[in-house]
């Protein structure tokens, strides 16, 4: 009765699914191996903890942190942008702190579109994608990521009369995990440039690369027109703090930072401190991270290899995306998966149509588990 047309629009969730089936997993007896989840299992940096409990006893931090307050970590934002990509931002015009990128990405549509305006997004994507256009009211226009485009889209293909307000993109990829260059970034600010379109790029996975890989910015394109969601939740390990930043076009900051004005304070000032002090450590801290993820990437992909299941060596992220032959119901065989052998995957489909016939892989256990796990989800029938 209460529920508004909104709320109503917003996409229900296979993951509840995927809940009642490790539930009756766990009633039946079996040992639980979640890997449909993607949150990083690793603990944040001692230092960044070491400034957050110093932080909870300093009273300065207990009240409602104004704008200047945000000020240091705002800072330390523009620093990281510049030592890692070389990207200059004005701190006090054109960075953001953020509860989260997901917190970010669902005000800054409300921030930068008006209801009925199209939404460009990939087909599969984050679901939460989907969410906040239902929110915000927008029209989704999907662009296919397939395998044999390395899951980039073919924006050529979008006819001339498409004039999104935003496209949205996220690179290294989830689900896919696939990565896009400086180049693709420069193409597809060109084109948004030409439609009147913002590029949004969500970038969360940022420094999770492997062996020499360093993903680029996209705002290494330009900050005009151009923003650019960061996040300390995979980089740092830090999800439950909920803290990340926006950066780019002032206009759309400054849209962004009215709308959040509305809502929410900023982090809290603890919080704050130690995602600055996460920002400005060394590469190497972070890379610690990176290289656990890789070793699992290492003994998972060849055991899926090994059951004739298609998947690519992901080069960044924290997931494995495997094709699963003759895989016509991923969520189906999520499902089974889960309650026959404890082994509880994400079914492709959970990202958009354009992911059916997949299940994606979170690399969040140790890699003997995962070995055990794909061996494991062999036995399971696709049909
Ligand atoms: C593409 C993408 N964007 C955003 C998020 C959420 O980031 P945050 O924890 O900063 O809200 C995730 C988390 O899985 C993600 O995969």
């Known amino acids: 009765m209460w529920e508004s047309r909104r709320a109503a629009a917003v996409p229900g969730s296979v993951f509840a699914l995927m809940d009642a089936a490790k539930g009756r997993a766990r009633a039946a007896g079996l040992g ?49 942008l510049a030592r890692r990509f070389g990207v200059c931002v004005d701190p006090a015009r054109e960075v953001l702190p953020l509860i989260g990128a997901q917190e970010g990405l669902a005000h800054l549509l409300l921030a930068v579109t008006d209801p009925g305006d199209k939404l460009l997004l990939p087909d599969p994507c984050y679901p939460p994608y989907l969410g906040a256009a239902a929110v915000a009211g927008l029209n989704v226009v999907t662009l296919p990521l397939r395998p044999e485009a390395a899951f980039l889209p073919d924006l050529d293909a979008v006819p001339v009369g498409v004039r999104p307000r935003v496209l949205l993109l996220n690179y290294p990829n989830n689900p896919t995990s696939a990565v896009a260059d400086a180049a693709f970034f420069r193409r597809a600010a060109a084109w948004c440039r030409a ?7 969500d970038h969360p996975y940022a420094e999770l690369t492997f062996g020499a890989y360093r993903a680029p910015s996209a705002l290494e394109a330009g900050l005009e027109g151009v923003v650019e969601l960061h996040s300390l939740s995979k980089t740092h390990h830090m999800g439950g703090f909920r803290v990340g930043f926006a950066a780019g076009d002032a206009g759309v900051i400054a849209a962004l930072a009215r709308v959040k004005g509305a809502i929410d304070f900023h982090p809290y000032l603890g919080i704050q401190r130690a995602a600055a ?28 290899r090994e059951l004739g299941w298609e998947v690519a060596m ?60 794909a061996r494991q989800l062999g036995t399971v029938p696709t049909a």
């Open 277 to 304: 002090h996460a920002l400005g450590l060394p590469d190497g801290v972070g890379r610690a991270g990176a290289a656990v993820f890789e070793a699992r990437r290492d003994a998972l992909v060849p055991a899926l």
């Open 195 to 201: 439609r009147g379109a913002l590029l949004v790029h």
């Open 314 to 373: 992901p080069e960044a992220s924290m997931y494995a995306w495997a094709r699963v032959p003759g895989l016509r119901d991923s969520v189906a065989f999520a499902v089974r998966a889960a309650e026959t052998t404890g082994v509880a995957v994400s079914p492709g489909a959970a990202f958009g149509a354009g992911g059916e016939g997949f299940v994606r892989f979170a690399l969040v256990q140790p890699p003997e588990v995962l070995r055990e796990a």
């Open 32 to 80: 639980i191996v979640d890997l449909s989840i993607g949150s990083s299992d690793l603990p944040p940096p001692d230092a960044v903890l070491e400034v957050l409990r110093g932080a909870t006893r300093d009273a300065q931090t207990y009240r409602y942190p104004l704008f200047s307050d945000t000020a240091p970590l705002r800072e330390a934002a523009a620093g990281y």
